[in-house]
C-alpha cells in the first residue's frame, strides 16, 4: 500500500502510478494537455506542474511516480501563476479562430484557458503563421492552431503502429505534417482526430456543419463493416448522422477506430438510397407501393411453390443484416416457403472454415477475445493482412510485437512489415509443404499429448523433412528452422487464419495442418472475418444444413422441435448452399430467389456466370438499400432500412452479441419487418412489436442464445459461452481435401486484394472511403511492369477464363511478381468478375487461387 | 535508391550498434551525401534499407541543423556568428559573402558554388571569426584572408 | 602544476600513437586492468573528480550508481558534443591528444565493466571525427581496443557516432535518444541513464575531459591528483578564453584560479588597452558578471557564491566596445534556434524573448518590454523539462540585473547607445 497526501488528503493507493492518477481516483483535478491515458506519458506541456515536499523544482504529476509519503499540493497561488503562464505561452501563437473553429465547445485549450488562464494577452510580436492544409480528402489540418502536445504523432506511432505523421524541425519552428507534407496517405483511422485537443486535425466530413452542442442525440451502436465490431458512437442532428467517434474504454476497441468505421458513414444518407419499392414492367424497374410490391412478391412465391415446389425456391440472407433479420428470413424460407434453400456468403469461407476449426476443437475455439492477441507472446499470421481485414485486431499484433512478443508470417503483409516479423515466403502452391514440415519439426520437439485423439491419428504420420520443403518452396533451412523453433519456444501462441488460405487449392488441408500447429503450440485461433455479422448470420441458421443455433435439419427431433416452436412442418432435406443455388439457376430446377442485404453478383464468383444465372430465374426479389448490380436483375426491388436506422444485434467473430442502436429515423421497414410482412400476406402470421421481439423469440428458440436478453447484452453478459455450456461435438474422422495445383512457368495469376478502405460493395457508397481510393486498379510488382513496358498511368485490360476488365494499373516496389492484384469492392470491377473456381470438397470454398490472367496495355 | 556502395557502406555503419535504428543519424549523412541533399527520395531510401517509417526518418532528419533540406551549392559555408565570434566582427564577414559572392544565409550563391549556413558556435572561439568550408575549419578570419581562402573552393 | 591534458599538443604528430607512447601514453592502462573496478573506483573517489561538462556531479558516485544495476551489457559514452557557445576545451584533445581520451575511455569502462563506448561527437567537429576514427584503429591495432586487451581478458569496444547540429544533444538524456537513432529530446528522469540508458540499458555519461582525466589519475593516485587544484573541486581544468583578450585560447590550470588572474595574468588582460566591461565565466547559460565581480575562485562551490556558475569553464570578455543588448539578443537567439520543442514554455518562450530583444536592440522598444522579458523568463525558469530553458530565462535576467540602464538608454534613445 502507498500512500501519498494531496491537498491534505491522505490516499492510500494498492499499485505503482503517477501523481496524476493517483490524483485523479481520488477526484482532484490536475490540469493536462499532453497527457492521454492511451499513450506513453510525455511531460512536455507542463500543465500539471505541481508542488511536492522535498523536492526543489515543481514536478510533472503526469510523469512523477508516487512514492509512499508524498505530499504533494495541486492548488497555490504559485501553481495557480505557473498554470497562468503555461497558458500564456500557449495562446501567444493561438489564432483567435473560436467564431469559426469546428473545435469549438469541446476544446481542451478553451476549457483550459476559461478556468485557468490569463484574462489578457502581453503578446506584441509577430505571431506564427501557417496557412490551413485542405489537401487531404478527409482530414483538414489548421496548424496555426496546434499547441504541439504531440498526442496525435504519439498515438499514429504507439497504438495505431502507421508512423505516418511526424514533428517536422524543432523547437519553435516544429510542426506536425505527414510525410509528404500535404495529403497524409496513411491508414486514414482518424485516431489523430480523437486525440487532438484544439482544432489543428480535423475531419473534413463534418466541417463547418454543425456545433457540439447541437448535437442532441448520440447512439452506441457496432460499426456496419467488419467482423471486429467497434463500437462507435454516431452524432446525428436533424436526422442526419454528423460524425462517428470511437469510446474510449469500450469493448473490443477501446477508443480506436480504422478508416471504414470512422469515415465510412455516408453512405447512410446517400442521395441514392432506395426510398420507394421498384417492380420491373416491360422490361425496366418501375416505382410502385408497398401494398402492391409486398402482394406481388406473395403471390408469385406462393404460385411458384405451388407449381414446382418448396424446393425450388431459395433464399440468401446477408452477413450484414442483424441476427433479428436473419432470423426472421431464415424462419420465413423454412415455415412458410418450407425449404432449407437458405444461405448467405460466408459459404465463401468463413462457413466452411469454422466448422472445419471446430470439428476440431469443439464449438466456439474461434471465439477468442481480440484484445488477447496484444498478450501472446508469439503471433502466426497466414493467409491475409490483418491490418487491413480487420484492423483493430491488427492493431493487436502491433501492440504484441511492441512489448517484445514475436510476429511470425507465412506470406509478406505491408501492414505488418515494420513491425520485425519473422517472415516465410514460400513460392507460389508450396505453402503447404511448408505448413508439412512445421507440424512435423513441431511435433517431433512437442510430442503428442493425446488429448486429442481424431487430430492426433490425423497428424501423426505427416513426415516432411525441413530440407526436403526447402528444396520445394525455396525457403531456406535455417529460416525455416529458426521459425519453428520460434513456435516451439511459445508460451502464448495466437494463429490468425486469412481468407486466402481458404480459398486456395486444397484449401482444407491447410486448415488440418493450421489446426495441428495450433494445438502443437497450444494457441488459439482468430479467423479474420470481412463482414460484420457473418458469424451470428450462421448462430441464425442462415445455412441449408442447420436450424438456428447449429442443430442439423437433417435430425429428425430438432425438425419437429423447431416445426413446433415456429408452427409449421419444417424439411428434414438439408437445402442448396450458394454454390448450388447457382447451379440450379443456371438449370432451371431454381424458379424463385428472395434475395436480402446481398450483392451476390459481386459477391459470389464468377460474377458473369452468376448474372447470367441470375437472369435465368423466373421470379427474383432483391432486398437492398441501394440499386447494387443484384438489384438492377430483380422483378421486384424492396428499399430496406440500414444499419443505423434499425435496432437489433450483430456478433461478432469473438462470438460477442453487441446491440445495434438507430440512431437516424427514416421513413421504411427493417428487413425483418418487409419479411414478416410478406409471410403475412401469405397467410402466416408474424407478428413482432419491435426487434426485441425478434430476439425475444430467438433466445426461446436457438439453444445457443438461450434465455439471453437485450438487457443481458447491454451489461456485458453477451461473451460467449453467453449463459450455457458450448457444444463440443467433435467428430471421429477429419476429412480434408488435397488437392493442389502447379505454377506454370511465366504466367500471371489473380490475387484479390482486400484493401484497408473498402468491405464489399457497400464502402464505395461511402463517398470519402470513395475518397481515398477511388477506383479499381490492376497492381503489379515493378518487375512486371518492367516486362511489359507499363508505366503508372496505363490502361490495360486483364483476362481471364471468366472474364475481363480494363483497368488502370498501380506498380507495387514489392509486388509479387506472379499475381496481378485486383480488389473486388468496386460492382462494376471487381475482381469477382474474372474468377472462375474449383470447390474445396471439405470446406465447399471456392478455390481462387487458380486463375490464369493475362494482361496487355490499351494503346488509346 | 542507394549504389550498392552505399548500402554496403550503411550495412557496415549498423554493426556497430546492436539494432539497424541506431545507424539512422549516419544513414542520413550518407543519403545527404549520395542525393546531394534530403529529397523525398533520399528519405524513402534511408527509410527502405533500414525498415524505418519515413515519416519517422523525415522527422528525425529535420530535427538535426546539419542535414540539408534543399539543393546546396558546390562547397558548404559554415559560419558562426554566436557571441565570441560576432563581437570579434563575424556579422562583417556575412555582409561581405553576400557582396562578394551574393550568398545570403541559407541560400546558394546564383553561380552555384556556395551556400552559406549560419552556425551556433563551431568551437573555434579562442581563433574567432571562424568558420568550415566543406569538412576545413578556417580560423581568424578577416574579409582579407576570407577571399584568398575561398579562392581554393571552385 | 604539471600539464595533463593538453600535454605534448605542440608537437604537430600528437595525435599519432608513437608519440603518445613517447611522452607515457598507455602506461596507466596497463595498470589499471590489473585492478578490480571497484579499486579504480575508489581511486576515482579519492581523486574526488567532478564531471568537467558543466554539472559537476561527483564521477565516482553516477559511477557506483551504474555498477550497482544488475543489467549488461553496460555502456559508457564519452559526450564530446561540446556546444556550449565560447566553449572549445575539448576539441583540442579530440584533435590532438585522442589518445588520451581512448586510454581514459578504456580505465573507465573496466571500471564500469562496461564492454561498449561510444564517443558522441558534434557535427560540426568533422577534423576530430577522422583524427578520432585513424586513432581508434591504431588502437585496435594494438590491441588496446576490442576483445582480450593486452591479454588481461578485458573488452572495451569502442565507435564514433557523429551528431548533426544539435545543443541539446549535450544534455545526457537527449544524447542518449540521439545514438538510439532519434531526435535529440530530453528524456523523462527517473528512471536515470545509470539504470535505464542507452538501448534501455545501464550507461554512463562523461565528458571528454573528465574521461582524460583518468590516465592521470591511475598514474598517480586519487590522493595525489587532488593535491592540485581546490579540496572541494581537485584536479586540472582546461579553461577556454574568448573575446577582447589579449591571448585567447585554451588554458590547463588548476581548478579554483582566480578569474581575475586568468583573464588578466594568463590571457594578458584586455586587448587594445579597452576596458572590461562584462564577463561571461562558463559558457553563454552561466550568469554574466560585471568587473567588479571577477575577483572569485573558478570552480563549482565558489562561482554559485559568486552568482554564477563555473560551467564549462568558457569564459567570454567583452569590452566596453560592446552592446550588452546585442550579445543578450545574439544568445536568446541561439536559444530560440537550439530550444528543441518539446515543452511549452521554452519552445515559446525563447522566441518571445528573443523578438522583445530585436526590437529593442533595432531601436523599437517600448515602455514595459524590460518587465515583459523579466515576466516571461520568470514563467520559463524552474517549469521547463529542462536546463535549456533555465538556461535561456537565466540569461536575460542576469543581463537585466546587471546591466539594466543600459537596456533602459536603448529603449529611449531607439537606437544601441553604445555605438551609435
Known amino acids: ?237 436533424d436526422d442526419v448522422i454528423k460524425r462517428v467517434i470511437p469510446k474510449l474504454g469500450s469493448a473490443v476497441n477501446n477508443g480506436m477506430l480504422c478508416s471504414r468505421g470512422r469515415f465510412g458513414y455516408e453512405f447512410v444518407g446517400d442521395k441514392d438510397r432506395l426510398t420507394v419499392p421498384l417492380i420491373r414492367q416491360n422490361g425496366a424497374l418501375a416505382e410502385a407501393t408497398w401494398e402492391e410490391a409486398i402482394t406481388l412478391v406473395a403471390k408469385k412465391l406462393g404460385e411458384i411453390k405451388s407449381a414446382a415446389g418448396s424446393e425450388s425456391i431459395a433464399g440468401i440472407a446477408s452477413p450484414r443484416c442483424t441476427n433479428e433479420d436473419n432470423y426472421v428470413f431464415q424462419k420465413f424460407m423454412r415455415a412458410v416457403i418450407g425449404s432449407n434453400n437458405i444461405d448467405t456468403t460466408a459459404r465463401t469461407g468463413y462457413a466452411g472454415a469454422q466448422s472445419f476449426i471446430e470439428n476440431i476443437f469443439g464449438q466456439g475455439s474461434t471465439a477468442n477475445i481480440i484484445s488477447g492477441l496484444a498478450n501472446s507472446d508469439t503471433v502466426m499470421v497466414i493467409g ?95 529460416q525455416l528452422s529458426a521459425f519453428v523453433d520460434l513456435l516451439a519456444g511459445a508460451a502464448t501462441f495466437s494463429l490468425v487464419i486469412g481468407k486466402e488460405v481458404v480459398q486456395s487449392t486444397g484449401g482444407s488441408y491447410k486448415l488440418l495442418l493450421l489446426a495441428a500447429i495450433n494445438y502443437l503450440a497450444n494457441g488459439r485461433i482468430y479467423m479474420l472475418t470481412e463482414k460484420a455479422n457473418e458469424q451470428g448470420a450462421l448462430d441464425m441458421g442462415c445455412a441449408p444444413d442447420l436450424l438456428p443455433g447449429y442443430r442439423p435439419v437433417a435430425f429428425p427431433e430438432f425438425a419437429k422441435k423447431y416445426g413446433a416452436h415456429w408452427h409449421a412442418e419444417i424439411s428434414e432435406k438439408p437445402g442448396l448452399n450458394l454454390f448450388a443455388m447457382i447451379e440450379a439457376a443456371e438449370k432451371g430446377s431454381l424458379k424463385a430467389l428472395y434475395v436480402m442485404g446481398e450483392n451476390a453478383v459481386c459477391n459470389i464468383p464468377n460474377s458473369g456466370r452468376v448474372e447470367k444465372a441470375l437472369k435465368n430465374i423466373d421470379f427474383l426479389v432483391v432486398q437492398d438499400i441501394f440499386l447494387t448490380e443484384t438489384a438492377k436483375l ?40 418487409i419479411v414478416a410482412e410478406i409471410a403475412k400476406n401469405m397467410g402466416y402470421g408474424m407478428e413482432y412489436a419491435s426487434s426485441e421481439g425478434v430476439f425475444h423469440e430467438i433466445a426461446r428458440v436457438s ?158 | 535508391m542507394f549504389s550498392s556502395a552505399a548500402i554496403q557502406e550503411i550495412e557496415d555503419i549498423r554493426t556497430k550498434y546492436p539494432n539497424a535504428r541506431a545507424a539512422l543519424l549516419p544513414a542520413i549523412y550518407v543519403a545527404q551525401r549520395e542525393f546531394g541533399w534530403l529529397s523525398p527520395e533520399a528519405y524513402e531510401a534511408v527509410a527502405d534499407l533500414l525498415n524505418v517509417p519515413k515519416a519517422t526518418v523525415r522527422g528525425v532528419a529535420t530535427f538535426y541543423a546539419m542535414y540539408k533540406q534543399k539543393p546546396m551549392g558546390r562547397h558548404l559555408i559554415q559560419l558562426c556568428t554566436n557571441v565570441s565570434c560576432m563581437i570579434l566582427g563575424a556579422e562583417r564577414l556575412v555582409d561581405f559573402l553576400k557582396s562578394a559572392y551574393g550568398v545570403e544565409p541559407g541560400g546558394v550563391s546564383p553561380d552555384g558554388r556556395f551556400s552559406l549556413v549560419i552556425m551556433e558556435c563551431i568551437g573555434a572561439c579562442g581563433t574567432a571569426p571562424a568558420m568550415l568550408v566543406n569538412d576545413d575549419f578556417h580560423e581568424n578570419l578577416t574579409e582579407k584572408n576570407l577571399q584568398e581562402i575561398l579562392e581554393k573552393y571552385k | 602544476m604539471e600539464t595533463v591534458l593538453l600535454k605534448n599538443i ?236 589579449e591571448k585567447p585560447g585554451v588554458y590547463e590550470l588548476p581548478m579554483g584560479t582566480k578569474l581575475k588572474d586568468i583573464i588578466y595574468t594568463h590571457c594578458g588582460g584586455i586587448k587594445n588597452g579597452k576596458k572590461l566591461k562584462a564577463v561571461i565565466p562558463g559558457g553563454i547559460s552561466t550568469p554574466v558578471l560585471p568587473p567588479e565581480k571577477i575577483d572569485c575562485a573558478m570552480d563549482f562551490v565558489n562561482m554559485p557564491k559568486n552568482g554564477s556558475m563555473l560551467g564549462s569553464g568558457a569564459v567570454i570578455v567583452m569590452d566596453e566596445t560592446v552592446c550588452l543588448v546585442k550579445v543578450c539578443h545574439r544568445a536568446l537567439k541561439f536559444f530560440e534556434h537550439e530550444s528543441c520543442g518539446k515543452c511549452t514554455p521554452c519552445r515559446e518562450g525563447t522566441g518571445w524573448l528573443r523578438s522583445i530583444l530585436g526590437r529593442i536592440e533595432s531601436g523599437e522598444g517600448a515602455d514595459g518590454d524590460i518587465e515583459t522579458l523579466l515576466a516571461v523568463s520568470a514563467n520559463m525558469l524552474g517549469k521547463t523539462f529542462c536546463p535549456l530553458g533555465d538556461g535561456a530565462a537565466s540569461v536575460v535576467q542576469n543581463f537585466i540585473k546587471h546591466f539594466r540602464p543600459e537596456f533602459e538608454e536603448h529603449i529611449k534613445a531607439k537606437k544601441c547607445v553604445v555605438n551609435g
Open chain 3, 10 to 245: 605542440e608537437n604537430p604528430n600528437s595525435a599519432d600513437i608513437t608519440e603518445y607512447k613517447k611522452v607515457g601514453g598507455y602506461r596507466s592502462i596497463d595498470k589499471a586492468l590489473g585492478m578490480e573496478p571497484q579499486q579504480i573506483i575508489d581511486e576515482v573517489k579519492r581523486a574526488g573528480l567532478r564531471g568537467r561538462g558543466g554539472a559537476g556531479f561527483p564521477v565516482a558516485m553516477k559511477w557506483t550508481f551504474a555498477s550497482a544495476d544488475p543489467k549488461f551489457p553496460k555502456y559508457l559514452l564519452c559526450n564530446a558534443d561540446e556546444g556550449e557557445p565560447g566553449t572549445f576545451k575539448d576539441r583540442p584533445i579530440l584533435e590532438k591528444n585522442p589518445h588520451l581520451l581512448i586510454e581514459g575511455m578504456v580505465i573507465s569502462g573496466h571500471a564500469l565493466k562496461a564492454e561498449y563506448g561510444y564517443i558522441y561527437l558534434r557535427g560540426e567537429y568533422p577534423a576530430a571525427k577522422h583524427i578520432l576514427n585513424a586513432a581508434i584503429k591504431q588502437a585496435y591495432d594494438s590491441n588496446l581496443l576490442g576483445e582480450n586487451i593486452l591479454g588481461k581478458g578485458i573488452t572495451f569496444h569502442l565507435a564514433v557516432h557523429q551528431g548533426a547540429g544539435a545543443y541539446i544533444c549535450g544534455e545526457e538524456t537527449a544524447l542518449i535518444e540521439s545514438l538510439e537513432g532519434d531526435k535529440g529530446q530530453p528524456r523523462i528522469k527517473p528512471p536515470f541513464p545509470v539504470n535505464v540508458g542507452v538501448f534501455s540499458k545501464p550507461t554512463v555519461v562523461n565528458n571528454v575531459e573528465t574521461l582524460s582525466n583518468l590516465p592521470y589519475i591511475i598514474e598517480v593516485g586519487g590522493e595525489a591528483y587532488a593535491k592540485i587544484g581546490t579540496p572541494d573541486c581537485p584536479g586540472p581544468k582546461i579553461f577556454c578564453v574568448s573575446g577582447h583578450v
Open chain 1, 634 to 673: 430483380a422483378d421486384v426491388v424492396l428499399p430496406a432500412l440500414s444499419w443505423a436506422e434499425k435496432e437489433g444485434t450483430f456478433t461478432n467473430m469473438e462470438r460477442r452479441i453487441q446491440r445495434v442502436r438507430k440512431s437516424v429515423q427514416r421513413e421504411g421497414m427493417e428487413d425483418w419487418k
Open chain 1, 384 to 478: 491475409g493482412d490483418p491490418t487491413t481485414v480487420n484492423p483493430i485486431l491488427g492493431l493487436q499484433i502491433r501492440a504484441c510485437a511492441r512489448r517484445g512478443g514475436n510476429i511470425l508470417t507465412i506470406g509478406d503483409f505491408a501492414g505488418l512489415s515494420k513491425f520485425g516479423p519473422t517472415k516465410l515466403l514460400p513460392g507460389k502452391y508450396t505453402e503447404t509443404v511448408v505448413l508439412e514440415a512445421i507440424v512435423t519439426a513441431l511435433r517431433e520437439k512437442k510430442g503428442l499429448s493425446g488429448s486429442n485423439g481424431p487430430l492426433e491419428t490425423r497428424i501423426k504420420d505427416i513426415s516432411v523433412a525441413v530440407a526436403d520443403a526447402t528444396a520445394k518452396c525455396g525457403v531456406p533451412e535455417k
Open chain 1, 1 to 237: 500500500m502507498i500512500t501519498v497526501t494531496i491537498n491534505d488528503r491522505e490516499i492510500k493507493l494498492e499499485k505503482a502510478m503517477t501523481v496524476l492518477e493517483a490524483a485523479r481516483s481520488a477526484g482532484i483535478k490536475i490540469p493536462t494537455l499532453c497527457y492521454h491515458e492511451q499513450l506513453e506519458r510525455y511531460g512536455g506541456c507542463r500543465l500539471c506542474l505541481v508542488e511536492v515536499e522535498k523536492m526543489p523544482r515543481l514536478q510533472t504529476a503526469c510523469t512523477l511516480m508516487i512514492t509512499d509519503g508524498m505530499v504533494v499540493r495541486t492548488e497555490t497561488e504559485q501553481i495557480a501563476d505557473v498554470r497562468r503562464g503555461i497558458l500564456e505561452f500557449l495562446l501567444i501563437n493561438h489564432p483567435l479562430d473560436c467564431p469559426y473553429c469546428d473545435k469549438a465547445g469541446e476544446c481542451d485549450l478553451q476549457d483550459l484557458v476559461e478556468k485557468y488562464g490569463p484574462g489578457k494577452g502581453r503578446f506584441k510580436e509577430k505571431k506564427r503563421k501557417v496557412p490551413e492544409s485542405l489537401q487531404d480528402p478527409v482530414i483538414v489540418r489548421n496548424m496555426e492552431r496546434c499547441v504541439m502536445c504531440t498526442r496525435c504523432v504519439r498515438m499514429c506511432e504507439g497504438p495505431q503502429g502507421a508512423s505516418a505523421i511526424a514533428v517536422i524541425s524543432r523547437g519553435g519552428h516544429s510542426h506536425i505534417e505527414p510525410f509528404s507534407g500535404g495529403r497524409f496517405d496513411c491508414e486514414y483511422c482518424g485516431n489523430c482526430v480523437s486525440v487532438c485537443p484544439v482544432g489543428a486535425i480535423m475531419s473534413r466530413l463534418h466541417r463547418h456543419s454543425y456545433r457540439p452542442w447541437q448535437v442532441k442525440e448520440q447512439h452506441e451502436t457496432v460499426c456496419p463493416y467488419c467482423g471486429v465490431g467497434c463500437t462507435v458512437v454516431a452524432q446525428v442532428r
Open chain 1, 703 to 860: 439453444p445457443l442464445y438461450r434465455d439471453l436478453t437485450y438487457e443481458d447484452i447491454a451489461k456485458g453478459e453477451n461473451i460467449y459461452p453467453y449463459k450455457g455450456e458450448p457444444l463440443r461435438d467433435v467428430k471421429e474422422d477429419i476429412q480434408v481435401d488435397t488437392a493442389s495445383a502447379a505454377v506454370s512457368a511465366g504466367k500471371l495469376y489473380l490475387k484479390i486484394e482486400r484493401p484497408l478502405f473498402h468491405s464489399g460493395t457497400l464502402s464505395t457508397r461511402a463517398a470519402s472511403l470513395r475518397n481515398i481510393y477511388p477506383q479499381a486498379v490492376a497492381r503489379i510488382s515493378s518487375a512486371t511492369a518492367k516486362a511489359l513496358s507499363l508505366t503508372e498511368g496505363d490502361v490495360v485490360n486483364v483476362r481471364t477464363k471468366a472474364g475481363s476488365l480494363s483497368l488502370f494499373i498501380a506498380i507495387e516496389k514489392n509486388g509479387d511478381s506472379s499475381a496481378v492484384e485486383i480488389s473486388n469492392n468496386f460492382e462494376s470491377k471487381g475482381a469477382f468478375r474474372l474468377a472462375d473456381y474449383t470447390l474445396d470438397q471439405v470446406t465447399k470454398a471456392p478455390c481462387i487461387d487458380a486463375v490464369e490472367i493475362s494482361i496487355e496495355k490499351v494503346i488509346a
